[in-house]
């Protein structure tokens, strides 16, 4: 018996009370209005109106300056929820390893800017993602990150972290690979983008060994055990 499918929130942001938001879990639909674009790991951001009806434009980050909840749908990729606390707009962005070195959170955080937010005014939240106990990386992959100008603070070890809160068994070591640390990665660029460090919440919820079952793509490479989309929205009160 599994116990219910919980759906998950932010303290920081439900601290907030201009909005709503959550991290469904794995096969839950968000609400029918939810503006949503057709996610290709890019850094493209768009806003609410040219992602609805859903999925018709390609963007990895949708922004609504209006009460249209705006939506992001993951696996093991970063779900990132922004609220601006003083225009009162939102963001959802879909920040995997790809997108995210693309640049896509910086280009979220200054569409922002441009409409009116500052780094002060700015509340972000990093989902459920895969963490560094089941994310294995080639040394490849490494040396690509690490080059990357955007990335200035890598955080991965050569061993892979015990996460004591696993509910079933980590991923597996393939390779002579790292154990790299993406939501540090998502994090990192949000304090870059000068945004303060206790206005960003990383949930320690890990996709592959810890939370709700189906909710890994990874895992289901590793065991086709099933994958199931799961949303995470954000939205200004009415
Ligand atoms: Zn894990």
Known sequence: MQNATPVRKSTLLASLDWLEHAFLPAGMAPPEETACGHQ???STVIMSEEAFPRKQC?????IATDSRPVA????????VLIADTRRHHVAAVHAGLKGALAGVLPQAVNRLFDLGATPESLFVAIGPA???CCYELGQDMLSTITTNPRVTAPQWSATQPVNPHAVRLQAQATSK?????????GRQMLLDM?????QIDVLPVCTYCNA????????????SDGYA???SWIQRRA
């Open 130 to 132: 895969i963490a560094p």
């Open 229 to 231: 989309l799961r949303y």
């Open 40 to 42: 290709r790991h890019t």
């Open 212 to 223: 709700e079952p189906q909710s890994s793509y990874r895992r289901n490479s590793h065991f």
């Open 58 to 62: 390609e963007a990895d980050g949708v």
């Open 177 to 185: 690979g790292i154990w790299f640390d993406l939501p540090a990665l």
């Open 194 to 198: 000068k945004i303060p460090a206790a």
């Open 72 to 79: 992001v749908y993951t696996a093991d990729c970063l779900p």
